[in-house]
């Protein structure tokens, strides 16, 4: 009997991954079959992506997937949220798809506050302000005229899907965190759109999880040699990301990457002052649960470093040096704005340091465990918030994703927030989007049964303080 694939077509901010599931003796075996690189380009003056190279990616990683003979019975995309792409009438994309670390939203923060009001905002959506939030780049493109002619709007992912198919969907885990859906009614709030001067008519029917898009276009399966069903799996990487977390029932969890997103999936939005205070959002989850978490800036700070020391370190070498600086206890708040862009992030930590009166780093080792310590630090101010906020204590933190395997991080995270650290699955997003396909073809029924098969498929590893 022939082996049942499904795809996963991870895309990160840096990269992306095609990566094959396959059920085989009761465990759930992954297999990447092509990697390619990704990442936003200036152009104009602007950071965009280029949104070319990403569609001819994926169908080469399609193409790959028929020379070795492994045909997916079903494809999902997942990609970072906030970016999307307009499209006019005639189904064409009008200009570029912007990237959330361009600046132009600066300016509009304010006047979208003064609009709305921004604990109004934050009650009636649930979503933390963040300068690059979807919200932003809309009223920008009112303001610039680019709306005008736009007659639908697709979140990256549901782009991605609509150059496959020719079918348009907005899925909900994506769409929550545009800042533009009602927290309560998981639906998009067309009072703050219409009050916002943006066109309602956009914004199409919300799709959950499990819904199958279309099959390839005609042309498409005569270039990649074999048709499949596209279905839509949580198309926010982190959504993807907390459905392969190990454990049952409500889970405090580390989503760690680029980014690192750490909170609960519940199925009771929090809206309140207290969470809005201390900075937390409500981003949707599969079966249309809440992600109540707080984006915290994660290793994108070490692979800045990395950049500027020319790839001289790798990942393990950071980690080496870093252990060697026993010596050093400077520790910097990690989601200040000045290490979002900044134009050298080594630069960026020691003018910190400076400007808080304290040491700062003079060796590649003391910087890197600034940036280590300062993440751990950061890991305990949040799960204190979460505990006191939710009214709930957790004795175990579930750290999944490619920044799992930092197990010097792992260790800091245990000792500084005093709770048994789980780590694994590494390739968490993928996993979970491979489950959600898997849920929409009847192989698994639920997704507590997909999380006993992520754990017993994988390996994962304990570190306690």
């Given at each position: 009997?022939?082996?049942?694939?499904?795809?996963?077509i991870d895309?990160?901010?840096?990269?992306g991954?095609?990566?094959?599931?396959?059920?085989?003796?009761?465990?759930?075996?992954?297999?990447?079959?092509y990697?390619?690189?990704?990442?936003?380009?200036e152009?104009?003056?602007?950071?965009?992506w280029?949104?070319?190279?990403?569609?001819?990616?994926?169908?080469?990683?399609?193409k790959?997937?028929?020379?070795?003979?492994?045909?997916?019975?079903?494809v999902?995309i997942?990609?970072?949220?906030?970016?999307?792409?307009?499209l006019?009438?005639?189904?064409?994309l009008?200009?570029?798809?912007?990237?959330?670390?361009?600046?132009?939203?600066?300016?509009?923060?304010?006047?979208?506050?003064?609009?709305?009001?921004?604990?109004?905002?934050?009650?009636?959506t649930?979503i933390?302000?963040?300068?690059?939030?979807?919200i932003?780049?809309l009223?920008?493109?009112?303001?610039?005229?680019?709306?005008?002619?736009?007659?639908t709007f697709?979140?990256t992912?549901?782009?991605?899907?609509?150059m496959?198919?020719?079918?348009?969907?907005?899925?909900y885990?994506?769409a929550s965190?545009t800042?533009?859906?009602?927290?309560a009614?998981?639906?998009?709030?067309?009072?703050?759109?219409?009050?916002?001067?943006?066109?309602?008519?956009?914004?199409?029917?919300?799709?959950?999880?499990?819904?199958?898009?279309g099959?390839?276009?005609?042309?498409?399966?005569k270039?990649?040699?074999?048709?499949?069903?596209?279905?839509?799996?949580?198309?926010?990487?982190?959504?993807?990301?907390?459905?392969?977390?190990?454990?049952?029932?409500?889970p405090l969890?580390?989503?760690?990457?680029?980014?690192?997103?750490?909170?609960?999936?519940?199925?009771?939005?929090?809206?309140?002052?207290?969470?809005?205070?201390?900075?937390?959002?409500?981003?949707?989850?599969?079966?249309?649960?809440?992600?109540?978490?707080?984006?915290?800036m994660?290793l994108?700070?070490?692979?800045?470093?990395?950049?500027?020391?020319?790839?001289k370190?790798?990942?393990?070498?950071?980690?080496?040096?870093?252990?060697?600086?026993?010596?050093f206890?400077?520790?910097?708040?990690?989601?200040?704005?000045?290490?979002?862009?900044?134009?050298n992030?080594?630069?960026?930590v020691?003018a910190y340091?400076v400007?808080?009166g304290?040491?700062?780093?003079?060796?590649?080792?003391?910087?890197?465990?600034?940036?280590?310590?300062?993440?751990?630090?950061s890991?305990?101010?949040?799960?204190?918030?979460?505990?006191a906020?939710?009214?709930?204590?957790?004795?175990?933190?579930?750290i999944?994703g490619?920044?799992?395997?930092?197990?010097?991080?792992?260790?800091?995270?245990?000792?500084?927030t005093?709770?048994?650290v789980?780590?694994?699955?590494?390739?968490?997003?993928?996993?979970?989007?491979?489950?959600?396909?898997m849920?929409?073809?009847?192989?698994?029924a639920?997704?507590?049964?997909?999380?006993?098969l992520?754990?017993?498929s994988?390996?994962?590893?304990e570190?306690?303080?």
């Amino acid at each position: 009997m022939a082996e049942k694939y499904y795809l996963a077509i991870d895309i990160g901010a840096s990269s992306g991954r095609h990566i094959l599931g396959h059920l085989e003796g009761g465990k759930l075996v992954l297999e990447e079959v092509y990697r390619f690189k990704n990442g936003a380009v200036e152009k104009n003056g602007k950071l965009v992506w280029d949104h070319n190279a990403l569609f001819s990616s994926i169908v080469a990683g399609l193409k790959e997937c028929g020379v070795r003979g492994k045909i997916p019975c079903m494809v999902g995309i997942d990609t970072w949220g906030v970016d999307y792409a307009l499209l006019d009438k005639n189904g064409d994309l009008i200009g570029e798809i912007y990237s959330y670390r361009d600046d132009r939203t600066l300016s509009v923060t304010k006047e979208v506050a003064k609009t709305v009001g921004e604990e109004r905002l934050y009650k009636r959506t649930g979503i933390q302000e963040q300068v690059f939030n979807t919200i932003y780049q809309l009223y920008c493109d009112k303001k610039s005229g680019k709306l005008d002619k736009a007659e639908t709007f697709l979140m990256t992912p549901d782009y991605l899907h609509y150059m496959l198919t020719g079918v348009k969907k907005n899925e909900y885990t994506n769409a929550s965190t545009t800042g533009l859906l009602n927290a309560a009614a998981r639906d998009w709030d067309m009072d703050i759109i219409g009050e916002l001067g943006l066109k309602k008519e956009l914004f199409r029917e919300l799709s959950m999880p499990g819904t199958v898009v279309g099959d390839l276009k005609e042309e498409l399966v005569k270039e990649v040699g074999f048709n499949t069903k596209i279905c839509l799996p949580a198309t926010h990487d982190t959504a993807s990301a907390v459905m392969a977390v190990p454990s049952a029932g409500m889970p405090l969890y580390i989503s760690s990457g680029t980014w690192s997103l750490m909170g609960i999936e519940t199925q009771d939005e929090n809206t309140s002052e207290a969470a809005r205070s201390a900075g937390f959002t409500n981003e949707g989850g599969y079966g249309r649960s809440v992600r109540f978490l707080k984006n915290i800036m994660g290793l994108w700070m070490i692979q800045c470093i990395k950049k500027e020391y020319n790839d001289k370190y790798s990942f393990a070498d950071f980690v080496t040096e870093a252990e060697k600086a026993t010596d050093f206890n400077s520790v910097v708040e990690v989601n200040d704005l000045s290490f979002f862009a900044p134009d050298n992030m080594t630069e960026a930590v020691k003018a910190y340091c400076v400007k808080t009166g304290q040491q700062p780093p003079r060796t590649v080792g003391e910087l890197a465990k600034c940036v280590y310590v300062s993440l751990a630090e950061s890991y305990r101010k949040t799960t204190e918030e979460i505990e006191a906020i939710t009214g709930k204590t957790f004795d175990a933190i579930n750290i999944v994703g490619g920044g799992c395997q930092n197990e010097y991080l792992n260790k800091l995270t245990a000792v500084y927030t005093g709770k048994k650290v789980i780590a694994g699955p590494v390739e968490a997003t993928a996993t979970g989007n491979i489950l959600a396909l898997m849920l929409a073809a009847g192989d698994i029924a639920s997704l507590n049964e997909g999380r006993e098969l992520v754990a017993r498929s994988f390996e994962i590893k304990e570190f306690r303080a």
